[in-house]
Each structure stands twice: as C-alpha cells, then as structure tokens.
C-alpha cells in the first residue's frame, strides 16, 4: 500500500546561503609571491628555527597589532618597525604581528580576512585577498610576519607568506588545528588555555609533531586528504590564565621542566598581554622587563616575548566605522609606537652589555 507522504528537509535548516569561495590557486595566481618577500620569508623562518634550537643567542619578539584592520596604518607600522628591527638586529629578532583573524568568546569583529569592510558584509573572498596582499607587501620591506591561523582553510591562501604562526588559547586543544600545525611550513606557538593550563599546550605540541591525515581542501579548493609529515618546531606561548600570570622565574622554571626546554632546545615565549598583563596593555613593558631580566640573568629556555603595539596606544570601539582613530587598535589595547621603540632599543642595550 503506498502513502503519498512528502519526505521532509533534514539538512540545511539553518543556513542562510552558500556563496564559493575562490580557490588559493586564484588567489595567489592574482597575488603571487614575489623573490624578495620569498627570500624574507625563508630567511624569517630559519632564523627563528635556529633560536628555537639554540642556535642563534637572540631574543626573538613578536610584536605589532592585537589586530589589524586598516591596511595603511599596519604598512606604516611595517616601515618604522624595519628601521628599528634592522637597528638592533644582533641582539634582537624582530617579528612582526599581522593578525586577520580573532577568536571570540561570544560575538563581535572576527578580524579582516572575515569581515574586510568591518561592517558585518563578510566579503571573505575579499578578505582573503587584502590579507595576502598586506602580508606581501610587508615582507618585501624586509619584516618577516607572524600571524594566529583560526580557521583551517586559511593557511592554503596566506601561509607561503607567514614566517610564524599562533594557534590561540582557544583553540590549542582543538583536534583540528593540532593536525593544521601538524602541516605547516613555519614554527609554531601553542598557547597555554586561558584558565592557565600549560599541559594542554603541551599535549598540542606532541600531537602537531607527528604526522596526520585529515580533511581540507587542496590548492584548486577541492575537498581533500591532508596527509602531514608532523611539524618538529613547536614550542609553548605563556599568556597567563584567569587565575595568575606565568611570567615569574618560578613560572618559567616549572615551564621549563615541564617542556624539557634547555639552552639546546629554547622552547618557550611569553605573551606579555592578555592574562599576563591582566589584561591592561599599560602592564606590558613591566611583563617585558621581567622577562628581560630573566634572560639577562641567564635563562636559556625562553626563546622570545609577545607584545601587542600599534601606532598608537589604546584601544576604541566599532560603533562608528567612519570617524575610527588612526593607528589605534579596534581589538585589544596596544602600547603605542613611542613606547615600542623604547623598549626594544632597552632590550637591546641590555642584552649587549650582558654579553659584554
């Protein structure tokens, strides 16, 4: 006996539209990599490869913008930082932050490569294609670029640009972007969790070491089988907790242990931000100081420091995207320039007459 019942919709229920994504082949095929931002990108990654392995005796520093949302102003940035990092190029390797993508707790601005337009359009294509550009046109002046990959697909588009990578607090205990890393070209910083935890970040690193097969697209944006050899130069990101910081000598010591890091094997940077300067950018250079004493008194497991600058200090809302500051961060609150170049010439200074 036959029904003529009408088989119901089960998929898709909630899903507004699917536009296509252009494939990293288009993408790079209209921004390609040039010999000069190739040569700065290779150059970038060896040398925090040989400060990860002991190698080379510099502090290595990750500094720029919690976020970057206009272009002009993270190009400018990227000027004045290569005067600075080509000035104190023996004691200090200089890497700049280019982050498009932000993590979020709830809601909010989940960066330029997102939501290029910061106006909620979500033009990604576009997106996609600013991020590459800028990443471009910084390595050519000469600055390698560290970026956080949130999103799997992202690194078929920008990583051949990207020197080092983040995986955030959020997301270091996410199957999905161990196996990432476990692919990537590039050294890679997993974040403690953002109640503190390190051996979540610790766990991450011995996952991203070996190799993995997992789902993503290939460089025609064809759904494929990523199949990875496993990444040898991960390390850990110290950023604090809700609970306390992780920046003391005593910190670092139980980090140290924890991670097995030695001078052969300098497996740890400490992000001066977030919960290490609870959360308060003006704690930054008092986070950054500590941590230069301590490698000044002859700490060998730190292999650098994060800080969070921009051409202005502060910070400032996304209500009224016409009228934004320039050079002011639309994320997190970030030092200012004057107070970049301050410390970074101090470290400098410090870090040659403790060689002396």
């Known amino acids: 006996m036959s029904t003529n019942v009408s088989l119901q919709p089960t998929s898709d229920l909630r899903v507004v539209r699917l536009d296509p994504l252009d494939p ?12 000069k931002a190739a ?7 060896e040398a925090i490869r040989n400060v990860l392995r002991g190698r080379d005796n510099r502090l290595a520093v990750f500094v720029g913008p919690c976020s970057v949302h206009d272009v002009r102003a993270a190009t400018e940035y990227a000027e004045r930082l290569a005067t600075v990092a ?3 190029k023996d004691e200090l390797l200089v890497i700049q932050r280019v982050y498009f993508e932000k993590p979020r707790t709830t809601v909010g601005w989940k960066g330029l490569i997102n939501d290029p337009r910061l106006n909620g359009s979500a033009d990604i294509n576009e997106g996609l294609r600013v991020a590459r550009q800028l990443l471009l046109d910084i390595n050519e002046l000469g600055m390698p670029c560290a970026t956080e990959f949130l999103d799997p697909i992202v690194p078929q588009y920008t990583a051949d640009l990207v020197a080092w990578a983040a995986v955030g607090a959020r997301t270091t205990e996410s199957q999905t972007h161990r196996e990432m890393a476990s692919g990537l070209s590039m050294p890679v910083g997993f974040k403690n969790s953002t109640d503190g935890d390190l051996q979540i970040a610790i766990d991450a690193m011995v996952a991203a070491r070996h190799p993995h097969s997992f789902l993503g697209i290939d460089p025609t944006g064809r759904t494929a089988i990523v199949r990875t050899s496993g990444n040898p130069d991960v390390h850990a990101v110290l950023r604090g907790g809700r609970k306390a910081t992780n920046y003391s000598a005593a910190s670092i010591a139980h980090a140290r242990a924890a991670l097995n890091a030695s001078a052969e094997r300098r497996l740890i940077v400490v992000d001066c931000s977030h919960g290490n ?3 308060d950018f003006r704690r930054q250079p008092l986070v950054f100081a500590e941590l230069l004493k301590q490698v000044v008194a002859g700490e060998t497991a730190i292999l650098g420091a994060m800080l969070e600058s921009n051409l202005c200090e502060g910070n400032q809302t996304l209500t009224d995207v016409a009228n934004l500051r320039y ?7 970030c030092i200012g320039w004057a107070e970049t170049e301050r410390i970074l010439a101090d ?3 410090a870090l040659a007459r403790s060689r002396r």
């Open 24 to 35: 990293p082949d288009a993408v790079k095929g209209a921004i390609p990599l040039s010999q």
């Open 39 to 45: 040569a700065t990108v290779v150059a970038g990654r």
């Open 86 to 88: 080509d000035r104190v």
């Open 277 to 279: 300067s609870d959360k």
């Open 327 to 333: 050079g002011v961060s639309v994320t997190d609150g």
């Open 347 to 349: 470290a400098h200074a």
